[in-house]
C-alpha cells in the first residue's frame, strides 16, 4: 500500500465507517461516485465486514469478492446467507496456511444451500497475496464476473443502479413510509433514469424529486 501512494495513476483514501452500520459510510460511497464520474479504470472498496447487516458494498459494487482466511468455519456458519448472498467470487487468502482446503469446500458447501438459487454461479479460489499464488486466476474470475454483468444488461446493480442511490439519498431527507407512494410516481422514474445514465447526482435528483413533488 505504502508503494502504491507514491503511484501517480493510483489513488488511495482511507475511511472510517463514521458510525455507519452497512460497513461503508456515506463519504465512501460518494468518493467512489466521484471516482467513476471521473472516469477512474479501476475503483476497488475495502469494507468495514461483511456480516449479516454489512452488506451496504452490494448497492455500491457491480462485483463483489469476498476474503477469508483459513479456518474461518465458524465466522462463516455465522454469517450464513448473508456472507453467501453478498459474494460474486469467493477468496481464501493465506492458502499456505493449515485449514485452506477446508475453508475452500465449506464455502463451496455452503454456496449450494444459499446460492443455489443465483443466476451467476461464484468461483471459490485459493490466493497467497505474499508469493502471489492466484493474482491471475482472481483476476479473470472478477473479469467474468464483470462480461457476465454487462452481457446480461443487470442494470440494477453498483453504480448503474439509479434507482438505490436516489432511494439512498431520499431516505436522508423524507421518512420511509413516503416512499413507496412516491416510488410510483413518473417525477420518481425519470430522475432514477438520471441518476443511472450519470447526468445528475444522487443527492441533487433527490431534491430537485422532493421539490417537484411539493408543488403537486
Known amino acids: 500500500m505504502k508503494d502504491l501512494t507514491e503511484d501517480p495513476n493510483v489513488f488511495i483514501r482511507s475511511m472510517a465507517t463514521r458510525g455507519a452500520v452497512g460497513g461503508l459510510c456515506r463519504a465512501a460511497m460518494d468518493a467512489v461516485r466521484i471516482l467513476d464520474a471521473a472516469s477512474w479504470n479501476y475503483v476497488i472498496v475495502e469494507t468495514a465486514g461483511a456480516g449479516q447487516t454489512d452488506l451496504d458494498i452490494v448497492e455500491l459494487a457491480q462485483t463483489v469478492v469476498v476474503v477469508l482466511s483459513p479456518g474461518a468455519g465458524d465466522e462463516i456458519q455465522a454469517f450464513k446467507a448473508g456472507l453467501m448472498e453478498i459474494g460474486d467470487v469467493f477468496v481464501v487468502n493465506k492458502s499456505d496456511l493449515p485449514g485452506a482446503n477446508k475453508t475452500l469446500l465449506d464455502i463451496r458447501s455452503m454456496l ?13 479460489l485459493l490466493t497467497d497475496s505474499l508469493k502471489p499464488n492466484g493474482m491471475h486466476e482472481l483476476i479473470t474470475a472478477i473479469t467474468e464476473h464483470q462480461a457476465y454483468v454487462a452481457n446480461f444488461h443487470i442494470a440494477k446493480r453498483g453504480l448503474a443502479d439509479g434507482e438505490a442511490q436516489l432511494l439512498a439519498a431520499i431516505k436522508q431527507e423524507l421518512e420511509f413510509e413516503f416512499l413507496p ?14 441518476v443511472a445514465n450519470r447526468t445528475i447526482d444522487p443527492y441533487t435528483a433527490a431534491s430537485s424529486l422532493i421539490h417537484v413533488l411539493k408543488r403537486e
Open 181 to 194: 407512494d412516491l416510488q410510483r410516481t413518473q417525477a420518481f422514474v425519470e430522475y432514477c433514469k438520471k
Open 112 to 124: 449450494q444451500t444459499y446460492g443455489s438459487e443465483r443466476p451467476w454461479h461464484p468461483q471459490v
